[in-house]
């Protein structure tokens, strides 16, 4: 018998338990992972609470999509991976029996070599964090080549991927954080340009990084609070992708008007398979080649999977975090 985080309701964290069970055995087209390290997402929680718009899970079931390991068991019909290979999983939207475990079984199609200088914690890191980016930052934001783009929470989950992902392409690359530690680490990710989005006016410090111009795109994580504010940076015909909100607002649709401009949503959920492939094959070479190295912020024991999705919720994280399911 081996451990697992299970839910037994819809609700908050409370409803989380350690339990044990049998290893889950993989069906054809899949493979079994011996899980060293998952990663703590937003949409967890989300998906606990039981009202997720893409996604809800049969109760009970073990929370989690993306891990780290290696290979321990292998169905009929995988021919490209082995027992023993190191990987991290990224398997949202493919079959899976949930990643907050110390074994998981999951479609072949979601599972990918771990290149040997990252850890398995930041293999876990990979998997929603960087295909959100990915698709945020060029799927539906069209960045291109000479364009500037802002990154709000640059310093968080997803923020760090975006930064990592969109320096190096010809870009121009701005981030917020919080704190003074959150702003050197987002500089150090490739940013050339870091804002303190805790200090009134901030947002006018993009005029003069722009020459007036404001910038083309702009990934943002907290719509609820941003959103209206945004069109103070963003340029004529600009665009605005949404990763997050968490609150209705009152917006004014004429600013929308006078610049043009697109607000764009995005969700994984929504990716096809081509948008898919795309994506994973982009950031597995990012990662090969070393362009992309994900930040654990803080790693948790399995038993306080409760207190990593708590935390998650919180904006606090300088990174990713991740639970050890090595114990």
């Known amino acids: 018998m081996v451990r697992h985080i299970q839910a037994d309701r819809f609700g908050g964290t409370s409803a989380l338990r350690v339990a044990k069970r049998s290893r889950p055995e993989p069906a054809a087209g899949q493979v079994r ?5 998952a990663g703590v ?12 718009a893409f996604y809800q899970p049969s109760i009970p079931y073990t929370p989690g999509f993306d891990a780290a390991g290696t290979v321990d068991a292998i169905g009929a019909g995988v021919t490209d991976l082995k027992i ?3 990987v991290f999983a990224a398997p949202l939207g493919l079959r899976h029996s949930g990643s907050y475990a110390a074994y998981m079984t999951c479609d072949a199609a979601g599972v990918h070599p771990l ?3 990252l850890s398995f914690g930041q293999g876990a890191a990979v998997g929603v964090p960087y295909l959100t980016a990915y698709r945020a930052l060029f799927q539906r934001g069209g960045l291109s080549v000479g364009e500037t783009v802002l990154i709000h929470g640059a310093s968080g989950g997803v923020g760090i991927p ?19 530690e959150g702003r050197l680490l987002v500089a150090q990710q490739g940013a050339q340009h870091v804002l303190d989005h805790t200090k009134p006016g ?13 910038v083309q795109l702009i990934i943002e994580m ?24 968490r609150a209705p607002i009152s917006f004014t649709p004429r600013l929308a008007m006078v610049a043009e401009a697109d607000i764009r949503g995005t969700a994984l959920w929504n990716m096809s398979d081509v948008d898919a492939g795309q994506a994973t094959n982009s950031v597995a070479q990012h990662l090969a080649r070393g362009s992309a190295v994900p930040v654990v912020a803080r790693s948790y024991p399995l038993e306080q999977a409760a207190d990593a999705m708590n935390d998650v919720m919180s904006n606090r994280a300088r990174g990713k975090l991740i639970l050890d399911c090595s114990q």
Request: with cysteine.
């Open 41 to 52: 997402n937003p949409a967890d929680v989300y998906i606990l609470g039981g009202s997720y």
């Open 84 to 86: 023993g290979d190191r």
């Open 222 to 245: 907290a719509a609820d609070q941003n959103l209206e504010s945004d069109f103070a940076a963003l340029a004529k015909y600009g665009r605005i992708v949404v990763v997050g909100s």
């Open 162 to 180: 975006c930064v990592q992902l969109a320096s190096g392409t010809g870009v121009t690359v701005i981030g917020t954080a919080g704190s003074e």
């Open 202 to 214: 901030y947002l006018d410090e993009i005029a003069d990084i722009t020459d007036g111009r404001g």
């Open 33 to 37: 992972l011996r899980v060293h390290a």
């Open 115 to 117: 290149p040997a200088h």
